[in-house]
């Protein structure tokens, strides 16, 4: 066992998002294909498998409210729509930086953007402690490539103590790189 891989991630997520009835409707035709009833082997051992779903009583909880400075604010449609919020308590985003694997055309309008953003919510952005553009071999297969990677970012971390967020521009499909730090 260990962590999921892009794929099996992307599917729990799109499973996990299917309605409740699909779901039910899944698992009744699993329970009648797989579910042996009238097995005189367990019934001798006091189990008498069943496959119709139990019912359980529950109650819906009341969405919580997110108050920020200039209002309150209640989920719609499962979300939060931050947009205009400002946070009642906003911090300073002093210790950051920027690895750019790709050469993005231009980092500093990705800064100016997140500075705005950041400041319309109530925070203070600063400028980035750094902004590096290491290279990776495409020809490299994706081990190699992860693992350019992670000496990158072990060395951004020794040479930037206290990083608060490390912004990494990556091309193509999105590999997972494990935090072992």
Known sequence: LGKLTGDQTTNMIRYSAKPAFEKERVIQQIANREIVLNDPLLAHYGINPSNKMIEVSGRVLDTPTINYSNKSIRPRDGSWNLRGKVFSLGKTMDNWGILDFVGVPDVRQFIREIQLVGGKSGMNINEPRFV???????RDDDYRKKEQIRQELKRVHKNYPGLQMIVVFIN??????ENKE
Request: proline share 23%; hydrophobic share 25%; net charge positive.
């Open 172 to 177: 193509g499909k999105p590999f997972p790189i």
């Open 132 to 138: 590096e553009n290491p290279r990776i071999n495409s």
